[in-house]
């Protein structure tokens, strides 16, 4: 029973502090594996990198590593050098990007994979990942994919001229390239050594100090009738989500909370450790500055906590059961099954149907053809096909522009930078 009561609370940890506190059961050393102008990139970034769910994030066209393929870590590296140069260059022409887009798009993640926020999280600690850093490689796929659109894509127009000649020379070949095109935007799978959670062994506390809180209180009121602690619980959940999203816990309280502390931002000052009742203690021990608990229902409320300053804390180190570990890992493996399950079924149903369209993209597609004035290069029998395949064409050409706009690109961002490789 005290297992179950631990494995349950520390889900709940993992779920609100996005497993900042987790130790990685993997042992990384720190030398450095590369240094880009002013960047340093260690052996344990390359590590990291290799995690299946980061690779299934690399969605960049940066032409390293084939499509399909595995990568080795010396790829690995040559692509951490590249993207840090991408980086860069996205600083230097002030790119920036609303986080708003980047939460919608984790939060479209989640409901499309059926993930609440708590199996989200544990699904990210299986892989090695808190909230916070899978957030941080989300807002660098976005800024870099605006960096490419703006330097690659938009440099690479393609003309009604190039796709018909194109589909002249490449007829019988389309719908084969295509596939192929589709098939290598697909993430890699890992080899099965690979495939395994990075579930950590042990989990940072932190004991002792003086400690300030925030809180926002949700009452429930008289009767508490089912529908009135439903609709306080929905907005529980409201808050919780905006405040997880970069909203300011002091400002949602002053609008939501109902008790004495609302109007200071739900402010209760700072307290001693020591002075705290023991549950208070054991919340806080798993807390850092700017961590918020999720919902807490108690008998007449629902509480919401929020670490807005700590000083004089003790760190320190626990392990985690070996049982809870166990559980965490099966439950991991669980869920990369189910997704490795679906990513086949797809992969062998593109396979089967290679010429599978549906009616709406054909029309589409037929419809854009007729819209473009006759060129003379195709006979009235091949503009009849071509009209059939023109977004594929267009779809293939613009890959191929697209690479090879990349590979000058890169290759003249690394002549005008030092770029020192160390392993």
């Known amino acids: 029973m005290k297992s179950k009561l631990f494995l349950s609370f520390l889900v709940s940890v993992l779920a609100c502090l996005g497993v900042n506190k987790m130790v990685c059961a993997a042992t990384y050393s720190d030398r450095i594996a590369a240094i880009v102008n002013s960047d340093v990139i260690l052996e344990s970034d390359v590590k990291k990198q290799k995690q299946p769910l980061i690779r299934n994030l690399i969605n960049l066209p940066l032409g390293i590593v084939p499509p399909g393929k595995w990568p080795t870590e010396r790829e690995i590296l040559d692509e951490l050098v590249v993207i840090h140069l991408l980086e860069q260059e996205?600083?230097?022409?002030?790119?920036?990007?609303?986080?708003?887009?980047?939460?919608?798009?984790?939060?479209?993640?989640?409901?499309?994979?059926?993930?609440?926020?708590?199996?989200?999280?544990?699904?990210?600690?299986?892989?090695?990942?808190?909230?916070a850093d899978y957030k941080q490689l989300?807002?660098?796929?976005?800024?870099?994919?605006?960096?490419?659109?703006?330097?690659?894509?938009?440099?690479?127009?393609?003309?009604?001229?190039?796709?018909?000649?194109?589909?002249?020379?490449?007829?019988?070949?389309?719908?084969?390239?295509?596939?192929?095109?589709m098939e290598g935007m697909a993430p890699a799978q890992p080899p099965e050594q690979e495939a395994k959670p990075n579930v950590p062994t042990e989990q940072q506390i932190y004991k002792g100090g003086k400690i300030k809180l925030r809180q926002i209180t949700l009452k429930f009121g008289g009767k508490k009738k089912p529908k009135d602690i439903k609709k306080v619980m929905e907005t529980a959940k409201k808050i919780y989500e905006e405040a997880q999203t970069g909203g300011d816990f002091g400002k949602l309280a002053k609008k939501y909370s109902q008790d004495t502390w609302a109007k200071s931002g739900g402010d209760l000052g700072f307290m001693d450790y020591k002075d705290m009742v023991p549950q208070l203690q054991k919340m806080v021990e798993h807390m850092k500055v700017g961590d918020l608990t999720p919902p807490i229902r108690t008998g007449d409320a629902v509480l919401m906590f929020y670490l807005d300053d700590a000083k004089n804390r003790k760190e320190k180190s626990i392990p985690i059961p070996e049982r809870t570990r166990k559980e965490l890992e099966k439950r991991w493996k669980k869920e990369y099954e189910k997704r490795l399950a679906e990513k086949k079924a797809k992969s062998a149903q593109r396979r089967e149907n290679p010429n599978v369209k549906t009616e709406t993209s054909q029309n589409a597609s037929e419809a854009d053809a007729k819209q473009v004035k006759a060129l003379g290069i195709l006979d009235p029998e091949e503009a009849k096909e071509y009209s059939k395949v023109r977004n594929k064409v267009i779809t293939i050409i613009r890959s191929e522009l697209t690479q090879s706009r990349m590979k000058d690109w890169i290759d003249e961002l690394k002549r005008n930078s030092i770029i020192e490789v160390k392993l």
């Open 90 to 131: 996205a600083t230097k022409k002030g790119i920036s990007l609303d986080d708003k887009a980047v939460d919608a798009s984790i939060e479209s993640i989640k409901k499309r994979n059926n993930l609440t926020d708590e199996q989200f999280v544990l699904f990210l600690a299986g892989n090695g990942l808190s909230f």
């Open 138 to 181: 989300m807002v660098r796929q976005f800024r870099l994919t605006k960096l490419i659109e703006s330097e690659v894509t938009r440099k690479t127009p393609i003309s009604e001229e190039d796709a018909e000649k194109y589909f002249k020379k490449h007829s019988s070949e389309i719908n084969e390239e295509y596939q192929k095109l």
